[in-house]
């Protein structure tokens, strides 16, 4: 195993499994070697302690402002980016009247370089890749990390090589093809592909490559950190009372909250504990149903459903998603496709944005929830539309048509216009 230098300014310090609390060098790993727990990135506090409001403000306009608070990129030069980040935190004042709510944000990662909050955490996977001496990048997808791993390859001019099901939404295949990379479509559900390629990460054949959701994962999480700290930052540095966020693996929902209590922490915010509301797909809700069972076991299913996104049915960061919704007086939810779409279009009309499936999922799961009682109408609230409508445009075309369809002449348009 190559030990490496991720720069002298770095304030990560190890990886600490996320199990035993085992440390170990920062490196190209992933799982402990005790206990076989998933590692995250360790930092040293005082390094973190010393980190300023001003200090970020004075950083560039994305994620690269919270150098600081990452584990790499901290030289812009070492960055291997399409430089995501700082999307707009767009107040929804028609939406929440429409759900009786006082305060709503939505934070739209749909404006990300590729169109979904993944380059996020491709930037981090990549440049800890540079890093750590690892000149090819792969992946396991199941739609924007393809089509982010392959944008950021090119940009870089580094190799990529990209497994994603065979079934994928046309638009997501065609957004990963047309960077160059190689692109294989296995058929298979993503559990099936990510098992495939955990096997490869191990061969010698692929020891300089960086699988970025596996053999550098924990660089990779770091990166959805990002997006608590904008809302943060976009909120005038505080925190809001509730979030709703979409889930495939669960990792971007654990990583917002790690990064609300790293900044509680380090005193750039007041103290708060934000419930988090996890949202899922009724066709792949092993998260949303262990947290209905009260059960601390994700039972893993095959994924169906619309929300191809979020179709992880094996999620790993699914235990530590239901201990962060249960500590913060949070609750995950599933919806169905009917649900999903009607989401789509709610959002759409009230706000100007129009999201992929998973933002569907994210809108009406936070109806299910106030519905429930479970999230505080009158509380700041701020939910996640995480990809672009672009990329899933055959969930909604059926529905999204033309009001009439008439002659060029100015009788047929006033005849059409009066119906
Ligand atoms: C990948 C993805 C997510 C969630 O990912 P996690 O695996 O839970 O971190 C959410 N929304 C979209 C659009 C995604 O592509
Ligand atoms: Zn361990």
């Known amino acids: ?22 440390t170990v060098e920062l490196g190209p ?9 998933p590692l995250e990135v360790g930092y040293d506090d ?22 600081p608070l990452l584990p790499v990129g901290h030289d812009p030069a070492s960055r291997v980016t399409l430089d995501p980040g700082l999307t707009p935190l767009i ?3 028609r939406l929440a009247a429409v759900l009786g709510m006082r305060a709503l944000w939505v934070k739209d990662d749909s404006a990300n370089p590729t169109h979904s909050f993944k380059d996020r955490v491709v930037s981090l996977a990549a440049t800890a890749a540079k890093a750590l001496g690892l000149d090819r990048l792969a992946c396991a997808s199941t739609g924007n990390l393809a089509n982010s791993v392959a944008a950021h390859a090119a940009r870089a001019g580094m190799e990529s090589i990209v497994f994603v099901p065979a079934d994928l939404e046309t638009a997501k295949i065609v957004q990963t093809a047309i960077y160059g990379c190689t692109l294989i479509a296995v058929e298979g559900c993503y559990d ?17 490559t960086a699988f970025v959701n596996q053999n550098v994962r924990p660089y990779y999480a770091e990166g959805s950190k990002t997006l608590g700290f904008e809302v943060a930052e976009q909120l005038g540095w505080r925190l809001p009372a509730q979030v709703v966020v979409p889930m495939a693996s669960g990792s971007q929902f654990t990583k917002i909250d790690k990064a609300f ?18 949202a899922q797909s ?48 949070g609750a995950i939810a599933s919806v169905g496709d009917d649900e999903i779409r009607a989401g789509i279009a709610l959002l759409a009309r009230t706000t100007g944005i129009f999201a992929e499936t998973a933002g569907g999922v994210t809108v009406a799961v936070l109806q299910r929830l106030l519905a429930q009682g479970r999230v505080d109408p009158d509380a700041e609230t701020v939910i996640f539309c995480t990809g672009d409508g672009l990329k899933t445009l055959d969930a909604v075309a059926s529905t999204a048509v033309p009001s009439a369809t008439i002659r060029p002449s100015l009788a047929a348009a006033m005849d059409a216009l009066s119906t």
Not at 1 to 22: E, F, K, Q, V, Y
Not at 29 to 37: K, S, Y
Not at 46 to 67: C, F, H, K, M, S
């Open 1 to 22: 195993m190559s030990t490496i230098t991720l720069g002298a300014t770095t304030p990560a310090d190890c990886l600490r499994c996320r199990n035993c609390g085992a």
């Open 29 to 37: 790993v992933h799982a402990c070697v005790e206990c076989f727990g």
């Open 46 to 67: 005082a390094a973190l302690a010393r980190v300023t409001r001003a200090q970020i403000e004075a950083g560039p306009d994305n994620i690269w402002r919270y150098a």
């Open 91 to 93: 107040r929804a004042d």
């Open 192 to 208: 099936d592909v990510n098992r495939l390629t955990s096997e490869l990460c191990e061969l010698d054949e692929f020891a300089t």
């Open 261 to 278: 209590t790293e900044l509680v922490a380090i005193g750039l915010v007041e103290d708060r504990t934000v419930r988090m509301c996890g």
């Open 282 to 329: 009724a066709g792949c809700s092993p998260i949303a149903d262990a947290f209905a069972d009260g059960s601390d076991v994700v039972t893993p299913v095959r994924p169906t459903g619309i929300a191809k996104s979020l179709n992880i049915g094996t999620p790993a960061d699914g235990p530590y998603a239901l201990d962060v919704a249960r500590r913060t007086g």
